[in-house]
Protein backbone atom coordinates (compact mmCIF):
# COMPACT_ATOMS: atom_id res chain seq x y z
CA UNK A 1 0.00 0.00 0.00
CA UNK A 2 1.08 3.14 -1.05
CA UNK A 3 1.54 5.48 2.16
CA UNK A 4 -0.28 9.59 1.21
CA UNK A 5 1.40 12.45 3.22
CA UNK A 6 -0.48 15.45 4.21
CA UNK A 7 1.02 19.06 5.16
CA UNK A 8 -0.07 22.11 5.77
CA UNK A 9 -2.24 21.89 8.29
CA UNK A 10 -2.47 24.75 11.19
CA UNK A 11 -4.20 26.85 13.11
CA UNK A 12 -6.10 30.32 11.65
CA UNK A 13 -8.40 32.79 12.65
CA UNK A 14 -11.76 33.34 10.94
CA UNK A 15 -11.34 34.33 7.47
CA UNK A 16 -7.59 33.11 6.70
CA UNK A 17 -6.63 30.86 4.17
CA UNK A 18 -4.63 27.51 4.26
CA UNK A 19 -2.99 25.33 1.21
CA UNK A 20 -2.96 21.58 2.31
CA UNK A 21 -0.41 19.38 0.35
CA UNK A 22 -0.23 15.39 -0.36
CA UNK A 23 2.48 13.55 -1.69
CA UNK A 24 3.44 10.04 -2.39
CA UNK A 25 6.51 7.90 -3.56
CA UNK A 26 4.44 6.43 -6.06
CA UNK A 27 1.49 8.14 -8.12
CA UNK A 28 -0.90 6.14 -10.01
CA UNK A 29 -4.27 7.10 -9.17
CA UNK A 30 -7.50 7.31 -10.66
CA UNK A 31 -9.43 9.58 -8.36
CA UNK A 32 -8.05 11.69 -5.64
CA UNK A 33 -10.23 13.84 -2.74
CA UNK A 34 -9.39 15.35 0.28
CA UNK A 35 -11.89 14.34 3.75
CA UNK A 36 -11.87 16.00 6.99
CA UNK A 37 -13.46 14.66 10.22
CA UNK A 38 -14.02 16.93 13.06
CA UNK A 39 -14.57 15.48 16.43
CA UNK A 40 -17.80 13.81 16.92
CA UNK A 41 -18.61 14.18 13.69
CA UNK A 42 -18.49 11.43 10.47
CA UNK A 43 -15.63 12.10 7.74
CA UNK A 44 -17.15 13.85 5.30
CA UNK A 45 -15.76 14.20 1.70
CA UNK A 46 -14.90 18.37 0.84
CA UNK A 47 -13.63 18.16 -2.55
CA UNK A 48 -13.02 15.78 -5.42
CA UNK A 49 -10.68 15.47 -8.59
CA UNK A 50 -11.25 13.65 -11.53
CA UNK A 51 -8.87 11.56 -13.12
CA UNK A 52 -9.41 14.25 -16.05
CA UNK A 53 -8.42 17.02 -13.24
CA UNK A 54 -12.51 17.97 -12.80
CA UNK A 55 -13.13 19.26 -9.53
CA UNK A 56 -16.02 18.76 -7.43
CA UNK A 57 -16.70 20.40 -4.00
CA UNK A 58 -18.81 19.39 -0.70
CA UNK A 59 -21.33 22.77 -0.94
CA UNK A 60 -20.47 24.18 2.12
CA UNK A 61 -16.88 25.08 0.67
CA UNK A 62 -17.79 25.66 -2.85
CA UNK A 63 -16.37 29.05 -4.12
CA UNK A 64 -13.75 28.64 -0.77
CA UNK A 65 -11.86 25.40 -1.56
CA UNK A 66 -9.49 24.23 -4.66
CA UNK A 67 -8.55 21.30 -5.53
CA UNK A 68 -6.06 20.61 -8.04
CA UNK A 69 -2.92 18.21 -8.86
CA UNK A 70 0.25 18.08 -10.28
CA UNK A 71 0.89 14.35 -11.79
CA UNK A 72 3.90 15.16 -13.09
CA UNK A 73 5.34 16.32 -9.42
CA UNK A 74 3.22 13.90 -7.54
CA UNK A 75 1.17 16.33 -5.41
CA UNK A 76 -2.65 17.30 -4.33
CA UNK A 77 -3.65 20.55 -2.95
CA UNK A 78 -6.56 21.85 -0.97
CA UNK A 79 -6.50 25.69 -1.03
CA UNK A 80 -8.38 27.10 1.12
CA UNK A 81 -9.87 30.62 1.56
CA UNK A 82 -12.43 32.35 3.94
CA UNK A 83 -11.83 29.63 6.42
CA UNK A 84 -14.61 29.29 9.16
CA UNK A 85 -14.53 27.47 12.80
CA UNK A 86 -16.72 25.03 11.38
CA UNK A 87 -13.86 24.32 8.93
CA UNK A 88 -12.22 22.79 11.92
CA UNK A 89 -11.12 19.34 11.61
CA UNK A 90 -8.44 16.79 10.46
CA UNK A 91 -7.76 16.75 6.62
CA UNK A 92 -7.04 13.65 4.86
CA UNK A 93 -5.73 12.83 1.53
CA UNK A 94 -7.64 9.96 -0.25
CA UNK A 95 -6.94 8.47 -3.73
CA UNK A 96 -8.17 5.54 -5.46
CA UNK A 97 -6.42 3.07 -7.99
CA UNK A 98 -8.06 2.04 -10.34
CA UNK A 99 -11.69 2.35 -11.78
CA UNK A 100 -14.06 5.36 -11.94
CA UNK A 101 -17.22 6.32 -9.93
CA UNK A 102 -19.16 9.37 -10.15
CA UNK A 103 -17.01 11.93 -8.61
CA UNK A 104 -20.06 13.63 -7.07
CA UNK A 105 -21.20 10.45 -5.07
CA UNK A 106 -17.52 9.91 -3.99
CA UNK A 107 -17.75 13.53 -2.04
CA UNK A 108 -20.09 10.59 0.28
CA UNK A 109 -18.36 7.43 0.06
CA UNK A 110 -14.72 7.10 1.67
CA UNK A 111 -15.38 3.58 1.79
CA UNK A 112 -14.53 3.63 -2.06
CA UNK A 113 -10.90 5.22 -1.09
CA UNK A 114 -7.91 2.79 -0.63
CA UNK A 115 -5.38 4.73 0.19
CA UNK A 116 -5.38 7.39 2.68
CA UNK A 117 -2.72 9.48 4.51
CA UNK A 118 -2.54 10.12 8.33
CA UNK A 119 -3.94 13.92 8.27
CA UNK A 120 -3.24 17.24 9.05
CA UNK A 121 -5.46 19.38 11.62
CA UNK A 122 -6.37 22.15 10.70
CA UNK A 123 -8.46 24.75 13.29
CA UNK A 124 -10.38 27.74 12.81
CA UNK A 125 -10.96 29.97 15.70
CA UNK A 126 -13.31 33.21 15.51
Known amino acids: QVQLMESGGDSVQAGGSLTLSCTAS??????MGWFRQAPGKQREGVAI???????YYLDSVHGRFTISKDNAKHILWLQMAELQPEDTAIYYC??????????????????????WGQGTQVTVSA
Open 26 to 31: RWSWSQ
Open 94 to 115: AARRAGWVPPRSLLRRPEDFSD
Open 49 to 55: VDDDGAP
